[in-house]
């Protein structure tokens, strides 16, 4: 279980973003390459973990929530709903601030009606910036969260509800250390 995540993490190469030990990985990054049979074992134990009682979408943050979400969608046949770094203007879109350890943009959500039940994935939980934007568009647009689930969770963090995570991993200046994984 998780055999090829926990190896890859513990294996991957860090860059420094400011004062921020950034890890590069297939999942959170997309590079050096994606191989299937890891987006494949991410993805099963995602369905095997995340409950999926009454949820109509699945809601990712772009960039590196969107592999994921494809799986996912392609999986349990849930529509993904993409939250984008570029606004379209449709009505009712919903602009949200994000701010992360190393980064602060905007993101846009579409495509949510008010009572829609949804799950949220994201690659990696780390300040909680983004997923606490995640979650703050999705009540102005009226949402139920299901369930949220992380592949990578970076250390401790509060989003102010529950949430799952495949992995959990410790990182500095000589890498990443996994720490525990989910069950
Ligand atoms: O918990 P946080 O501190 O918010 O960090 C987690 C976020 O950081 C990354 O997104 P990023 O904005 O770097 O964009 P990307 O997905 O396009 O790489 C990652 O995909 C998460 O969404
Ligand atoms: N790839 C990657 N994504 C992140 N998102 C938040 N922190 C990180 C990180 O250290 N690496």
Redo the contacts with the bound molecule.
Sequence with gaps: MFKKLVSSLESCPMVQRGDYHYFIHPV???VPIVEPALLREVAVEMVRVLDFTGVKKIVV??????HIGVALSLITDIPLCIVR?RNYDLPGEVALH??????K?ELYLNGIEAGDRVIIV????????????LLEGLAIAGAEVQDVL?VIK?GE?DIGRPYKALVEIEVDESGVHVKDTFF
Aim: with cysteine; net charge negative; aromatic share 4%.
């Design positions: 959170s990054d997309g943050a772009e960039a590196m929530g969107i770094k994000q701010s992360t350890g190393y980064s943009g994201d690659d990696v939980l780390s300040t909680g910036g983004t997923m606490k934007a992380v970076r963090c």
